[in-house]
T-cell receptor, first 113, second 116 residues
Framework: EADIYQTPRYLVIGTGKKITLECSQT?????MYWYQQDPGMELHLIHY???????EKGDLSSESTVSRIRTEHFPLTLESARPSHTSQYLC????????????FGPGTRLTVL | GDSVTQMEGPVTLSEEAFLTINCTYT??????LFWYVQYPGEGLQLLLK???ADDKGSNKGFEATYRKETTSFHLEKGSVQVSDSAVYFC???????????????WGLGTSLAVNP
């Protein structure tokens, strides 16, 4: 059973606000990921991390930033939210192997008004 | 580069019908192949996987066989239930093009609706 948590599950916020989406895992996984999911379902990798103090941008350019100060924690921050940031954000983690299964959190549905 | 192509949805079936969702891939090397499922309002979860040619992954009545000769990993279930209504994603990792980044390459997802 995967133990990966995201908070909040739903967030409605006004334009210009700073937000942080939380993601934590208790499996000791080295790798963590943030995906943005379109309403049409397609998944876009926006950030990933190999381990503590490692962060990389993903395939889709994003105005968000991430940090990895602790193995279990991988928060995503938007300094100034805009309506174009409205989306579902999914966090995942995996062991270091390139063939490892990714385990997903339940997601945060963000709406920026 | 490596890629995954899966059939477009939505797929609508009656309960107890046979399900096939096609997935084909392009990759160099010897990738691992995965099917993930996303139930409404939830994150994705691994449904099954196969790590080498001719392997069959199976779980919850779903099956998929890694066919290197046809570069396919089609998902099948003999008798679907209403509770199988979800979005299904095919993915690959470990191909030569993805190896260094250790990322999954995702299909676009196929929505399945099963009616009682």
């Amino acid at each position: 059973e995967a133990d990966i948590y995201q908070t909040p599950r739903y967030l409605v916020i006004g334009t210009g606000k700073k937000i942080t989406l939380e993601c934590s895992q208790t499996m000791g996984h080295d790798k963590m990921y943030w995906y943005q999911q379109d309403p049409g379902m397609e998944l876009h990798l926006i950030h990933y991390s190999y381990g503590v103090n490692s962060t990389e941008k993903g395939d889709l350019s994003s105005e968000s930033t991430v940090s990895r100060i602790r193995t279990e924690h991988f928060p995503l921050t938007l300094e100034s939210a805009r309506p174009s940031h409205t989306s579902q954000y999914l966090c995942a983690s995996s062991e270091y192997s390139e063939r490892a299964t990714q385990y997903f959190g339940p997601g945060t549905r963000l709406t920026v008004l | 580069g490596d890629s995954v192509t899966q059939m477009e949805g939505p797929v609508t079936l009656s309960e107890e019908a046979f399900l096939t969702i096609n997935c084909t891939y392009t990759a160099t090397g010897y990738p691992s192949l995965f099917w993930y499922v996303q139930y409404p309002g939830e994150g994705l979860q691994l449904l099954l996987k196969a790590t080498k040619a001719d392997d069959k992954g199976s779980n919850k009545g779903f099956e998929a066989t890694y066919r290197k000769e046809t570069t396919s990993f089609h998902l099948e279930k003999g008798s679907v239930q209403v509770s199988d209504s979800a979005v299904y994603f095919c993915a690959l990792s470990g191909g030569r093009m993805t190896g260094n980044n250790r990322k999954l390459i995702w299909g676009l997802g196929t929505s399945l609706a099963v009616n009682p």
